[in-house]
């Protein structure tokens, strides 16, 4: 597909130890362990399917639903979107994988490597079945396109489906191309599989490049970060509050006299609003809000003998002490 249309497709889609908290709800999965053979065959099994009853050609995927993800209903005025990504997320939440930071941006998939330590960006890299393979181009740095892997084959070459593929050449709006392209398999000969490679069976005349292969992961991601690693040296917990998915701590240090306060997500899968809190009774009042993937804060004052409240929201969830640890 041209490249005006795929950079359409980017600025038109949707754009972290573990701390004894409840996990965070995940994509509903099958009960089988999720398999990379078994996301290459349920990406196998679609090919030649459209985006869903909303497409030109009207079908059900195999699991006889009436679109992949939000094939059908996630553009402009809740119609037809560009579905490469759509596709991809839905066959690794099929196949019981993680997809926690997945959106309808291809790009999205070369984050979830990133977050989740899954991306693969060596030439030297083998790609599996179920892996996702992230395109880009030589003519920009934007990410255009996400296939899976279906098949590693004897000679070296590999096979993937893409979702979204050979849609209406002359298409006037996403919706347009949307409703008339296809899941197409595509073989990647063996030469030019690695990362950097320009495959002559992909796209040429966009000039798609091979950015990384994502590996999905069965489980989300544990935070790397602890409180006292973000607050720094010498700060100890004296409290915490659940914020459901994320956990707001209270941190003391008796060589400084001050508090610090950081609210960080239990299982992180990608930038969400989070904030950190603290307010000195009769003093300074402080706070982090913003967008982040692991934690919002650190936030400290000083305030030996005297009370403090603190707090800390993670997406839809907030919560402030009372005034309290006086002293």
């Known amino acids: 597909m041209k490249l005006t249309r795929l950079l359409r497709r980017i600025s038109g889609a949707a754009t972290a130890a573990a701390l004894g908290l409840g996990l965070l709800t995940l994509t509903t999965s099958p009960a089988a362990a999720a398999t990379g053979g078994g996301a290459a065959a349920l990406a196998a099994a679609n090919v030649a399917m459209t985006a869903g009853t909303c497409a030109n050609t009207p079908t059900h995927n195999s699991l006889g639903g009436d679109q992949f993800e939000h094939s059908c209903a996630g553009g402009g005025s809740g119609g037809p979107e560009y579905w490469c990504a759509d596709f991809a997320q839905w066959v690794w939440s099929n196949s019981g994988f993680y997809t926690g ?28 079945p179920g892996d996702a393979v992230v395109y880009g181009s030589t003519q920009d740095s934007v990410i255009h396109h996400v296939g899976i892997v279906t098949a590693v084959n004897a000679d ?43 495959p002559s069976t992909v796209d040429p005349a966009d000039g798609y490049i091979i950015k990384g292969y994502t590996t999905p992961t069965a489980t989300a991601p544990a935070n790397p970060y602890s409180p006292s690693a973000v607050c720094g040296s010498g700060y100890s917990v004296v409290d915490t509050h659940d914020l459901g998915g994320a956990a707001v701590y209270l941190l003391y240090s008796g060589s400084t006299g001050r508090n610090c306060v950081v609210t960080l997500a239990a299982k992180p899968s990608g930038a969400v609003p989070m904030n950190a809190t603290l307010s000195v009774q009769g003093g300074t009042s402080t706070s982090n809000p913003g967008s982040f993937t692991y934690y919002a804060g650190p936030v400290s004052a000083y ?9 800390g929201a993670y997406q839809g969830a907030s919560w402030t002490s009372d005034w309290s640890h006086c002293g």
């Open 303 to 311: 305030a030996a003998g005297s009370c403090v409240q603190w707090g």
């Open 101 to 128: 930071g997945l959106d309808a941006a291809a790009a999205s998939f070369y984050t979830y490597g990133e977050t989740n330590g899954t991306l693969h960006t060596s030439a030297s890299y083998n790609p599996q």
């Open 156 to 198: 070296g070459s590999v096979t993937t489906a893409n979702g979204d593929w050979n849609g209406k050449a002359n298409a006037t709006s996403m919706a347009d191309y949307a409703v008339s392209s296809k899941v197409v398999s595509i073989t990647i000969p063996a030469g030019q599989k690695a990362v950097g490679s320009v």
